[in-house]
């Protein structure tokens, strides 16, 4: 693999994680109603979950794909109904006030915001057709170890430096107070927007 191809590859990679989809929504209310710890703990395992998808992706998901198209559709209806239960979670609270934030500790904890993270990223199907159909084109056949890891490592890091940028954007108390006056509005429109994405996840 050359300097060019990992670049390459890094940064159609970048495109992707920073485009808006249920990672950074899910960051993005994170850092907003948790503080910024907290939303720094969810991009970790936001990464973890890339992470996994894209180490499957390298050594055969999209081969295993092409053998079971079924599995492929289980992965969709399993993960678009999980994250249509966050939506009807945040739906469902969407009137309750927001918690006050307590001095010198996160609002989750860091095992609760890792695990949110990662479960919210497998979940989620687009990063699977992403790595299987995409990023594998780039990665050329052949590609040494030491490339490889590069660029998983490269991976990880592009989904937890653009979701912790989120998380920390959302985290500002200017941000907070406006959210506090219009949570009831923004937490149904999240739920919303989640609930669309969910739904179109498993139904393609």
Same mark, same amino acid.
């Given at each position: 693999?050359?300097?060019?191809?990992?670049?390459?590859?890094?940064?159609? !990679?970048?495109?992707?994680?920073?485009?808006?989809?249920?990672?950074?929504?899910?960051?993005?209310?994170?850092?907003?109603?948790?503080?910024?710890?907290?939303?720094?703990?969810?991009?970790?395992?936001?990464?973890?979950?890339?992470?996994?998808?894209?180490?499957?992706? %390298?050594?055969?998901?999209?081969? %295993?794909?092409?053998?079971?198209?079924?599995?492929?559709?289980?992965?969709?209806?399993?993960?678009?109904?999980?994250?249509?239960?966050?939506?009807?979670?945040?739906?469902? !609270?969407?009137?309750?006030?927001?918690?006050?934030?307590?001095?010198?500790?996160?609002?989750?904890?860091?095992?609760?915001?890792?695990?949110?993270?990662?479960?919210?990223?497998?979940?989620?199907?687009?990063?699977?057709?992403?790595?299987?159909?995409?990023?594998?084109?780039?990665?050329?056949?052949?590609?040494?170890?030491?490339?490889?890891?590069?660029?998983?490592?490269?991976?990880?890091?592009?989904?937890?430096?653009?979701?912790?940028?989120?998380?920390?954007?959302?985290?500002?108390?200017?941000?907070?107070?406006?959210?506090?006056?219009?949570?009831?509005?923004?937490?149904?429109?999240?739920?919303?927007?989640?609930?669309?994405?969910?739904?179109?996840?498993?139904?393609?």
């Amino acid at each position: 693999m050359t300097l060019a191809a990992f670049l390459a590859a890094w940064a159609l !990679h970048l495109v992707a994680a920073a485009s808006p989809g249920p990672a950074v929504l899910m960051a993005a209310r994170t850092g907003v109603t948790e503080g910024f710890r907290t939303g720094m703990w969810l991009a970790f395992g936001l990464g973890l979950g890339a992470l996994v998808w894209a180490v499957a992706a %390298l050594f055969g998901l999209a081969v %295993l794909f092409q053998i079971a198209p079924a599995l492929l559709w289980g992965f969709k209806v399993a993960g678009g109904l999980f994250l249509c239960w966050i939506a009807w979670n945040m739906w469902r !609270h969407a009137a309750d006030p927001l918690p006050a934030p307590v001095e010198g500790r996160a609002a989750r904890g860091r095992l609760s915001a890792l695990r949110l993270g990662l479960a919210t990223q497998l979940a989620n199907p687009k990063p699977a057709v992403f790595f299987g159909a995409v990023f594998v084109g780039t990665v050329p056949p052949g590609t040494s170890l030491p490339w490889i890891a590069a660029l998983l490592f490269a991976v990880w890091m592009n989904e937890v430096i653009c979701n912790i940028l989120v998380a920390r954007l959302f985290s500002f108390d200017r941000t907070r107070s406006i959210y506090a006056r219009l949570k009831t509005g923004i937490d149904r429109a999240f739920g919303g927007i989640l609930a669309v994405l969910g739904l179109k996840i498993a139904a393609t």
